[in-house]
């Protein structure tokens, strides 16, 4: 390889790019420096000469093309890419030209032995090169200062590998030293924009270049605002912006105009030392800059809103939730010069204001939200940010009155479970029917419905229907001609509060598990039909259509559907149905007539009563209707069972033809033997069992042989404990109670 041609390539890119053969012409050329201006080989010897081209700005052109010309190629040679070669004894001068411009060298050619050439005016190396050198670099390649500023070069020499053959002290120079000049010992120093040249030269051939680039000063401070307690040590840096943010080094003298506040020292490092304010100076390279330093009081307490340890800050994507960090002294009085800094660990999650305080979401994560303060730990809060949409959970709230019950606000995400809203507020619009506490405890003062208003941190809003209901609920006629749905409420100053009354008979209400809606079976379409309302009675729609009879309903533990009672041509099935309406089912069939519906308390199991065996006895089958099962066998009819919370059913025994009267028992789970929890000598009619089965309802009266005589029915409470008093229920004297239901 020729060494000439990998000297050429290892020095600047911008030799590099003179030397490529085949370079594409430049344009604006204003200027040619060639280096070294003599050159002295012997006969047979060769070496490059290094070109430089600049605009009338004095710009460097890295490409320009140029062409070099011996006068005498007898004597010296020269090849397109500068290199010289000594042919015979004698002087020849070589110019290189481009675009009109052009600079000369004179070389002189000696024979071996021959007399020495003039002495070179450049500076002269010193020290052999390092064994083995071939070439020369230097480090930095280039360099880019403000006018004033210094840096420091070095020169190594290179082996023809391109491995390092050790230091050399190089000659020195400058091809434009009005606009930087370098030293004996490297140190160059920019003099005025522009751009230049420095040229380093080492015996036995080696030479290098590197690009110099003096630019107007674009300096700052940073910060350019320092604020701090006292003794706490902060650092100021001096950055050339328009060089991508480059930090001075050297250069500058800095002061601190009132040193009783503070001192500084001669890197930036700054120390804080009383109350009060004054501004950090930097001079040198012919500017001058400040940044202002604010020394307050040192802050005893960091007030966090919310505070960190109470779980993650939550926000939906769009929506801003605020967070607060504030320094205060110890009687808790704001210090609002120190301002915590603010770290966002990730912010393709979220955006955060320090201004402001408020915390955006952008899309679904988890990230932190870090506010740093001198003196105190960094407080740290996980951020989570959520899609989906806001719901109130329950979706809708019902309470007996005088019992309580927590709403909460969740997000609605269907890529994850539910998650709790934390700093919801709540709001009752009728607080005299149920009050809500802002941590969401509803309580339920007397029957009627309200709305609950739910509010987020970060302005989100949530809804909910709430029910409060009384303690029970039947179906009167002392509203003539039909029968009409009240509730009863201990609190009330009438006995009855009406919930659906109309011309319409409806009777056999039940409320739904969590007492927001009732089923009742109603004549309002012309047969009777199962229907849903709300608690309120309000919002009645039909449930069932049909020429038969549909009543006796029963929900489902979940509240999703309900088991009744339909007839058609006078045989009674077990039907099920969604609470929407939707997917009827029949769950039995046979001769003899199926009624009297019950759900056990776990969902699974079905009791009710059939007469498919001839008389009327009590039946279990699963909830889909299958694995039907007897659970009696006796003489009398056996009716109307109830589930206990524990599993045991209670159920009514009709002794008509024998003894007469009614009885309702109770019989446990696992053994067939009973107990009487009502003895009564008339007929029971109706009856209910409490929900937590500590209480039993039941209407006992004769019931009419024709409509020439009014039936005659009473409505008793008694605890469901065997030998309790029942109670009566005041009621009108004509009026006459039906289907009770807890």
Aim: hydrophobic share 45%; proline share 8%.
């Amino acid at each position: 390889m020729n060494l000439n041609w990998l000297r050429c390539l290892i020095i600047a890119p911008i030799v590099a790019a003179i030397c490529a053969p085949g370079a594409a012409r430049a344009q604006g050329v204003a200027e040619v420096q060639v280096t070294p201006e003599t050159l002295t080989l012997a006969v047979g010897a060769k070496q490059t000469l290094f070109v430089a081209a600049f605009d009338k700005q004095g710009n460097l052109l890295p490409t320009a093309q140029v062409d070099f010309v011996s006068s005498d190629s007898s004597v010296a040679r020269v090849g397109a890419d500068g290199t010289v070669v000594g042919l015979s004894a004698g002087l020849a001068k070589i110019e290189a030209r481009a675009q009109g411009h052009r600079a000369a060298v004179a070389v002189s050619v000696t024979q071996s032995g021959g007399a020495a050439p003039p002495r070179d005016p450049a500076p002269t190396p010193s020290g052999p090169p390092p064994t083995g050198a071939s070439a020369l670099t230097l480090d930095p390649p280039g360099l880019v200062l403000l006018a004033g500023e210094s840096a420091p070069l070095s020169a190594t020499a290179l082996r023809s590998d391109g491995t390092p053959a050790g230091a050399v002290t190089p000659a020195w120079r400058s091809l434009r030293p009005a606009v930087a000049t370098i030293s004996a010992d490297g140190v160059v120093t920019g003099v005025a924009p522009g751009e230049a040249v420095i040229q380093a030269s080492a015996r036995g051939g080696l030479a290098a270049t590197a690009p110099v680039t003096v630019t107007a000063g674009d300096v700052a401070l940073e910060p350019d605002t320092v604020v701090g307690p006292p003794l706490v040590l902060d650092t100021i840096r001096a950055v050339v912006r328009s060089q991508g943010g480059r930090e001075l080094r050297g250069g500058l003298a800095w002061s601190v105009a009132d040193t009783l506040v503070a001192r500084v020292g001669p890197t930036g490092i700054v120390q804080t030392l009383a109350l009060g304010e004054t501004d950090v100076i930097a001079t040198g390279l012919g500017m001058e800059r400040r940044t202002h330093l604010v020394v307050y009081r040192r802050p005893e307490i960091f007030h966090l809103v919310p505070r960190t340890s109470a779980g993650p800050v939550q926000v939906p994507v769009g929506g801003a939730v605020k967070i607060l960090a504030r320094a205060e002294a110890a009687d808790s009085t704001a210090i609002p010069e120190a301002r915590p800094r603010w770290e966002l660990a990730d912010t393709t999650l979220a955006a955060f204001d320090p201004a402001s305080g408020m915390l955006t979401g952008r899309r679904p994560g988890t990230t932190s939200l870090t506010a740093r303060l001198a003196g105190f730990d960094p407080a740290v809060w996980v951020v989570q940010v959520l899609s989906g949409d806001l719901t109130a959970v329950p979706s809708r709230l019902g309470l007996a009155a005088g019992t309580r019950a927590t709403v909460q606000v969740r997000f609605a995400d269907s890529a994850a479970a539910p998650t709790p809203v934390a700093g919801v507020s709540w709001a009752s619009d009728r607080p005299d029917l149920i009050a809500v506490d802002p941590d969401g405890v509803a309580t339920g003062m007397m029957p009627g419905r309200a709305a609950l208003h739910a509010r987020t941190p970060w302005g989100g809003a949530a809804s909910l229907d709430a029910f409060v209901t009384g303690d029970m609920l039947l179906s009167s006629n002392r509203m003539r001609p039909g029968f009409g749905i009240y509730q009863t409420w201990s609190g009330a100053g009438d006995s009855l509060l009406r919930v659906l009354v109309d011309t319409a008979t409806n009777i056999l209400a039940a409320w739904s598990p969590d007492r927001t809606r009732i089923a009742f079976s109603s004549n309002r379409a012309g047969t009777f039909d199962l229907y849903l309302m709300d608690a309120d009675g309000r919002n009645v729609r039909a449930l069932t259509q049909g020429a038969g009879v549909d009543g006796q309903p029963a929900w489902t533990p979940d509240g999703a559907r309900i088991i009744f009672a339909a007839t058609q041509g006078g045989a009674g099935e077990i039907h099920s149905i969604a609470a929407d309406g939707s997917d009827e089912r029949q769950l039995t069939s046979g001769a003899g007539g199926n009624r009297d519906p019950a759900v056990s308390p776990d969902g699974r199991t079905i009791a009710f009563a059939s007469a498919r065996d001839g008389n009327f006895e009590l039946y279990l089958m699963d909830a889909d209707g299958a694995n039907v099962r007897r659970l009696t066998t006796t003489p009398v009819r056996e009716a109307a069972p109830r589930f206990f919370p524990n599993g045991d059913l209670a159920y009514l025994v009709d002794r008509a033809g024998r003894s007469g009267g009614s009885s309702i028992l109770r019989r446990t789970s696992a053994d067939p033997a009973t107990v009487a929890l009502v003895e009564s000598p008339a007929t029971i009619v109706s009856y209910a069992l409490a929900r937590d089965g500590s209480r039993l309802a039941y209407v006992a009266g004769r019931i009419a042989a024709d409509s020439r005589s009014p039936s005659e029915f009473t409505l008793y409470l008694q605890p469901a404990v065997p030998g309790a008093t029942p109670a009566r229920m005041p009621l009108g004297a004509a009026e006459q109670p039906v289907s009770p239901a807890f």
